[in-house]
C-alpha cells in the first residue's frame, strides 16, 4: 500500500475475539510482528480482553489499541462529547490496568528467577541486599515509564467506528489543529488527550480543565466536531448544517451521496473523506509495529525452538538459520523458512487418493 511517499506491505491476520477461538489468536500471534487490538467502546475490557492482550504478551509483541463503536456512544448511549470523553478514559484505564498486571507479572518472575539463581552468601551483607533492592525499584521504575501502555499521545491508541468508516488518531488532529490555531503540533500531541483546554483568548494550552470547569481539548477540539455531525446527518437531518459542515471540511461528495435516503450512507460518505479508517490504521501500524528486518534476536530464538529445547543445543547449521531468519532475504541462494503455526488431525481415509475413484468411458 502507498501511504506518505512510500509502499508498504502488510499481511493481516483475522482472528475471531469469541472465547471458543483462543487457540486461533495464539496462533496468529505467533506468526506476526504486532497486534491490532479491538475493544468495543461500548462494553469496555472483556474477559477475553485479558486474554488476548496476555497472549501478545507472551509472544513479545506490543499491540496497538483501536477503541472501537463509538458511534454507539452517540446514538445508543446518548452520551455528550464529554459524558463520553470521560466513559473513554475510562476504557483506556481498564485496558492499562491489564497491561499492568501483566507487567507486575513479569516483574515479579523476574525477581524470583534471580533469588533462585543467585548463590547463598555466607555472610549476609545487608548494604548489598539494599543495593540490590534499589537497583531493581530502579529498573521496575524504568520500565514503567516505558512502551508498555497505551497512551494516545504516544500515537498507539485509535479511536474508531467500523461501522461508518471512520477512524482516527491524536496524531491526525494535533496536525490539523496546529496551523488554524498556532500551537506546535508536537505540543498539541501531547496535550489534546488528558486534562487540559484551550484558552481562546491567549490561545494557549493550559491545564486543570476539569478543576476549572473546561471543556478538555480532546472534546472541544474533537469529540463535538463529530457529535455535530451525527446531529446533522442522523439525529435532525438538517441538509443546511449538512452542507456547512461539508463545506468547512473542504469536501467533495458525489451528487449519489447527498441525495442518499439512508442517512447511516450519507454519514459514511461524510466519514471517509473526513477521517478514514483504512489510512488511520496503515498509518498507525506503519509507525508501531516493527519490520520483520526489526525482529529481535530473541524472538527469533523463541520460534526456532519449543519450551522443551534450547537454542544453543541445535546443530551448527539449524542455528546458522537464525541469521537468515533475521535478514528475511528473498535471495534464491537464501534458505527458505516454513513456519508450521497449526496442524489439524484429520482421518487418513479423508485424503483424495483413499476415495473410490468412479469408472469413466
Same mark, same amino acid.
Given at each position: 500500500?502507498?501511504?506518505?511517499?512510500?509502499?508498504?506491505?502488510? #499481511?493481516?491476520? /483475522?482472528?475471531? +475475539?469469541?472465547? =471458543?477461538?483462543?487457540?486461533?489468536?495464539?496462533?496468529?500471534?505467533?506468526?506476526?510482528? $504486532?497486534?491490532?487490538?479491538?475493544?468495543?467502546?461500548?462494553?469496555?475490557?472483556?474477559?477475553?480482553?485479558?486474554?488476548?492482550?496476555?497472549?501478545?504478551?507472551?509472544?513479545?509483541?506490543?499491540?496497538?489499541?483501536?477503541?472501537?463503536?463509538?458511534?454507539?456512544?452517540?446514538?445508543?448511549?446518548?452520551?455528550?462529547?464529554?459524558?463520553?470523553?470521560?466513559?473513554?478514559?475510562?476504557?483506556?484505564?481498564?485496558?492499562?490496568?491489564?497491561?499492568?498486571?501483566?507487567?507486575?507479572?513479569?516483574?515479579?518472575?523476574?525477581?524470583?528467577?534471580?533469588?533462585?539463581?543467585?548463590?547463598?552468601? #555466607?555472610?549476609? /551483607?545487608?548494604? +548489598?541486599?539494599? =543495593?540490590?533492592?534499589?537497583?531493581?525499584?530502579?529498573?521496575?521504575?524504568?520500565?514503567? $515509564?516505558?512502551?508498555?501502555?497505551?497512551?494516545?499521545?504516544?500515537?498507539?491508541?485509535?479511536?474508531?467506528?467500523?461501522?461508518?468508516?471512520?477512524?482516527?488518531?491524536?496524531?491526525?488532529?494535533?496536525?490539523?489543529?496546529?496551523?488554524?490555531?498556532?500551537?506546535?503540533?508536537?505540543?498539541?500531541?501531547?496535550?489534546?488527550?488528558?486534562?487540559?483546554?484551550?484558552?481562546?483568548?491567549?490561545?494557549?494550552?493550559?491545564?486543570?480543565?476539569?478543576?476549572?470547569?473546561?471543556?478538555?481539548?480532546?472534546?472541544?477540539?474533537?469529540?463535538?466536531?463529530?457529535?455535530?455531525?451525527?446531529?446533522?446527518?442522523?439525529?435532525?437531518?438538517?441538509?443546511?448544517?449538512?452542507?456547512?459542515?461539508?463545506?468547512?471540511?473542504?469536501?467533495?461528495?458525489?451528487?449519489?451521496?447527498?441525495?442518499?435516503?439512508?442517512?447511516?450512507?450519507?454519514?459514511?460518505?461524510?466519514?471517509?473523506?473526513?477521517?478514514?479508517l483504512a489510512k488511520s490504521t496503515l498509518d498507525m501500524v506503519i509507525s508501531k509495529h516493527p519490520s520483520p528486518l526489526q525482529l529481535s534476536s530473541e524472538r527469533v530464538e523463541n520460534l526456532l525452538c519449543?519450551?522443551?529445547?534450547?537454542?544453543?543445543?541445535?546443530p551448527k547449521e539449524t542455528q546458522q538459520l537464525k541469521q537468515d531468519f533475521m535478514a528475511c532475504c528473498a535471495d534464491p541462494s537464501v534458505p527458505t523458512v516454513a513456519f508450521v503455526s497449526k496442524l489439524f488431525s484429520i482421518e487418513k481415509s479423508s485424503f483424495p487418493q483413499q476415495q473410490n475413484r468412479l469408472?469413466?468411458?
Open positions: 500500500m502507498p501511504t506518505g511517499g512510500g509502499e508498504y506491505l502488510v #499481511n493481516l491476520i /483475522d482472528s475471531p +475475539g469469541h472465547i =471458543d477461538f483462543s487457540s486461533e489468536v495464539s496462533t496468529a500471534v505467533r506468526l506476526c510482528d $504486532g497486534a491490532l487490538v479491538v475493544v468495543d467502546a461500548v462494553e469496555g475490557v472483556c474477559p477475553q480482553t485479558h486474554t488476548v492482550l496476555s497472549q501478545a504478551w507472551g509472544e513479545g509483541i506490543k499491540p496497538c489499541l483501536l477503541i472501537n463503536k463509538i458511534d454507539r456512544l452517540i446514538l445508543e448511549l446518548k452520551h455528550s462529547p464529554l459524558e463520553a470523553f470521560y466513559h473513554l478514559q475510562q476504557v483506556l484505564e481498564q485496558v492499562n490496568a491489564v497491561m499492568a498486571m501483566l507487567h507486575t507479572s513479569k516483574v515479579v518472575e523476574a525477581a524470583n528467577q534471580r533469588e533462585m539463581f543467585q548463590p547463598p552468601a #555466607n555472610k549476609p /551483607d545487608q548494604t +548489598g541486599d539494599q =543495593d540490590e533492592d534499589e537497583k531493581a525499584e530502579l529498573d521496575c521504575k524504568e520500565e514503567e $515509564g516505558g512502551s508498555d501502555y497505551f497512551t494516545p499521545e504516544s500515537g498507539n491508541v485509535m479511536f474508531s467506528s467500523a461501522l461508518d468508516g471512520w477512524g482516527f488518531s491524536v496524531g491526525h488532529f494535533s496536525d490539523m489543529y496546529a496551523k488554524k490555531l498556532g500551537i506546535n503540533a508536537e505540543v498539541l500531541r501531547k496535550t489534546l488527550w488528558g486534562n487540559y483546554f484551550l484558552n481562546t483568548k491567549t490561545k494557549r494550552v493550559c491545564k486543570k480543565a476539569q478543576e476549572k470547569g473546561k471543556k478538555p481539548l480532546f472534546v472541544q477540539l474533537v469529540l463535538e466536531n463529530i457529535w455535530s455531525v451525527y446531529d446533522a446527518v442522523v439525529t435532525n437531518r438538517d441538509m443546511i448544517k449538512i452542507d456547512k459542515i461539508v463545506n468547512s471540511l473542504n469536501l467533495k461528495l458525489p451528487p449519489r451521496d447527498t441525495r442518499q435516503g439512508d442517512p447511516r450512507t450519507h454519514l459514511s460518505a461524510i466519514f471517509t473523506q473526513w477521517l478514514p519449543n519450551n522443551a529445547m534450547a537454542f544453543d543445543s541445535f469408472l469413466g468411458v
